[in-house]
């Protein structure tokens, strides 16, 4: 299937052909041709698809051939975004498929000063691009003006929902006029999303290119089995035997974030970090730095799992397991993107087996788990079945004489209905050079 074929105009097949788009994507196949028919998309696509392309080349269609010329103050198509860096995402992808097109458009997002958002709306855009709180203060302040608004776009709106902007959503709704084309594109089809569908939507056209909660296919997943106080060794130990060029590494925590780009710098890596405690034009330089090449390694909390776009991407290292397990997917996403191959490790210690067990249940696969050589740990992660439920963690774990024949007792602290009496012990297959190593002993510190 081409582009042309979906009824795209000469203009943005070129800019197409400029960018190298040879084919549309399978959410593309499905979305372009319904939206230039006017028709609302419900749309399950995770990052990663295709999925900006397939809403905005059509958008930029019809608001390149139909309706009124936009006027002051006035948005006439509107995307909404979790995050900041998503909204610049994909601001950049509109400007990229609009080329030398003859569309005003903005982005806008809060962290930043409010008043040059403010002025580039004045003489009216015709795609704003916008995060929600941000853009009810806009309309507070009379900067913005919903009548000449023809199309709504929900871009990751489950993510919009998990960041608590519920509030903000429903009262911008009740802003906009009730005629208009709606697009809701999500990574899940949850609840939620769902009763959001529902209120929003006319007879929306459903696309599922994700059916599972799965990570893309191209993307090769596995879990370092490792001790807490060795990961930061592990992933320097990574980076330099597998000769890694640019990784992206997932931290829980802010604070983790800081420790982890101090340790890399003073190791002699370039790196930097983004997080929420980092002002946005931090944040943007340092992704920018990350996208340019000009650093090795970006720590990143999950405020930036999202909407981070970076080129041939093959590692992705998550050094926490994310809390969220619908965050997993999200970040490994960053990888394998585009029908490249990618690489995404989880350095996992015993006390996240919860966060596991979610992880591999929601993905409805159990993790391909390895040891490295000379970071054998101590504390080893009990195996985890699917379909057993929660399985709680023993509150001390008994140093337990049965790891060597295959065999753990994991204390009498289960769920009632899943207790399990006894869980093997997976054999785990080695990533080392037959006979390089051999494990070390039990009091050994990891390198
Ligand atoms: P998205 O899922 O929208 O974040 O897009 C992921 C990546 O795929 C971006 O880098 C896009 O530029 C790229 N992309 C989108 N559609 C195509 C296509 N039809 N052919 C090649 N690359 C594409």
């Not at 902007?165 to 802003?175: D, G, M, P, T």
């Not at 420790?259 to 890399?264: A, D, E, G, N």
């Not at 899943?418 to 997976?426: A, M, T, Y």
């Amino acid at each position: 299937m081409s582009f042309a074929s979906l009824g795209l105009m000469p203009a943005l097949l070129e800019n197409l052909q400029r960018l190298a788009y040879q084919q549309p994507t399978a959410v593309q196949q499905q979305a372009i041709a319904p939206i230039l028919a006017g028709k609302d998309i419900l749309a399950a696509a995770q990052t990663g698809t295709g999925k900006t392309a397939a809403f905005t080349v059509p958008l930029l269609q019809l608001l390149l051939t139909e309706g009124e010329k936009v006027t002051s103050n006035c948005v006439r198509a509107l995307v909404l975004v979790p995050t900041r860096e998503l909204a610049e995402q994909v601001h950049e992808s509109i400007r990229s498929y609009l080329g030398d097109l003859p569309l005003r458009t903005a982005v806008a997002y809060g962290g930043v000063s409010i008043n040059p958002q403010m002025m580039s709306l004045r003489r009216g855009v015709d795609v704003l691009v916008a995060t929600p709180g941000r853009l009810l203060d806009l309309y507070q302040q009379n900067a913005l003006r919903f009548n000449q608004m023809q199309t709504l776009v929900l871009d990751e709106a489950d993510r919009m929902l998990d960041l608590g902007f519920a509030e903000e959503l429903n009262a911008l709704f009740a802003l906009m006029p009730r005629k208009r084309q709606t697009l809701l594109f999500s990574a899940t089809f949850s609840g939620p999303i769902r009763t959001l569908a529902g209120h929003l939507l006319d007879q929306p056209v459903r696309i599922d290119v994700t059916p599972k909660h799965s990570a893309a296919e191209t993307v090769k997943q596995c879990l370092l089995v490792v001790d807490k106080h060795a990961k930061t060794d592990l992933l320097l130990h990574l980076i330099s035997s597998r000769q890694w060029g640019q990784v992206l590494v997932f931290v829980r925590t802010r604070k983790g974030a800081e420790s982890l780009h101090k340790k890399l710098v003073a190791a002699q890596i370039t790196a930097d970090a983004i997080h929420g405690d980092k002002t946005q034009p931090a944040r943007l330089r340092a992704l920018q730095a990350f996208k340019q090449g000009r650093i090795q390694v970006l720590v990143a909390t999950d405020v930036a799992a999202r909407g981070l776009d970076i080129e041939q991407l093959p590692h992705v290292v998550n050094f926490d397991l994310p809390t969220v397990a619908q965050d997993y997917v999200h970040r490994i996403g960053r990888t394998g993107r585009a029908g490249l191959s990618g690489e995404a490790i989880s350095l996992v210690s015993a006390d996240e087996l919860e966060a596991l067990i979610a992880i591999e249940e929601l993905m409805g696969i159990n993790l391909q788990r390895f040891d490295e050589p000379d970071f054998y740990a101590e504390h080893r992660l009990p195996e985890t079945v699917l379909g057993v439920g929660r399985i709680k963690k023993p509150k001390k774990p008994k140093k337990n004489k049965a790891v060597g024949t295959g065999q753990i007792h994991l204390g009498d602290d289960f769920a009632v209905d899943s207790k399990p009496q006894v869980v093997p012990v997976r054999q785990v297959p080695r990533l080392a050079v037959p006979g390089r190593h051999k494990p070390k002993p039990s009091n050994a510190k990891p390198r």
